[in-house]
T-cell receptor
């Protein structure tokens, strides 16, 4: 079955712009999480959605937001981009909230470069 | 605060030998511990997990050991293969959801 699909894979923006990233989870998966990976901070949790509701949020400013649609697809938005927002943004899906193995399935990520 | 730590940035092992990757945690509110493998420009790939109530879990060449009193877990890969060369992340799941806290990663190089 198809894995987690993230679009776009690569994008370049300038400071002050905004960006929207999209994630389609594995068919049947209802939980979607977002992570940011940077060389300095590693992999950091942004937020998690389940049944269109945000269930968990990481320590990121309000410029980072997300949503989940009724088909479980998710988007995240970053407004007023800063240079430090350059990162690989990873989406992960899971069948349920707090599943029995803890496993999350990750997409290949969206590489954002802010100039 | 770093709740999950991987203190070895890199590890080099000869093909066929055992690779041991280590991870320490500080928070007792984790219910699962996981290991992920990652190649550059790709998403992490799940390897193996262990429940906080278990001591050991095996899957083929991969075994994870959990020492709750020491708040320490390790991943053993036997035998190591060149294709195992990648970055390995230790992660811990907070109870009640799917939020994972990741370590900084360890680069494993398996030499042939």
């Amino acid at each position: 079955k198809a894995g987690v699909t993230q679009t776009p894979r690569y994008l370049i923006k300038t400071r002050g712009q905004q960006v929207t990233l999209s994630c389609s989870p594995i068919s049947g998966h209802r939980s979607v999480s977002w992570y940011q990976q940077t060389p300095g901070q590693g992999l950091q949790f942004l937020f998690e959605y389940f049944s269109e509701t945000q269930r968990n949020k990481g320590n990121f400013p309000g410029r980072f937001s997300g949503r989940q649609f009724s088909n479980s697809r998710s988007e995240m938005n970053v407004s007023t981009l800063e240079l430090g927002d350059s990162a690989l943004y990873l989406c992960a899906s899971s069948l349920a909230l707090a599943g029995s193995t803890g496993e999350l399935f990750f997409g290949e990520g969206s590489r954002l470069t802010v100039l | 605060d770093q709740q999950v730590k991987q203190n070895s940035p890199s590890l080099s092992v000869q093909e066929g030998r055992i690779s041991i990757l280590n991870c320490d945690y500080t928070n007792s509110m984790f219910d699962y511990f996981l290991w992920y493998k990652k190649y550059p420009a790709e998403g992490p790939t799940f390897l193996i997990s262990i429940s906080s109530i278990k001591d050991k879990n095996e899957d083929g060449r991969f075994t994870v050991f959990l020492n709750k009193s020491a708040k320490h877990l390790s991943l053993h890969i036997v035998p190591s293969q060149p294709g195992d060369s990648a970055v390995y992340f230790c992660a811990a799941r907070k109870r009640g959801g799917n939020k994972l806290v990741f370590g900084a990663g360890t680069i494993l190089r398996v030499k042939s």
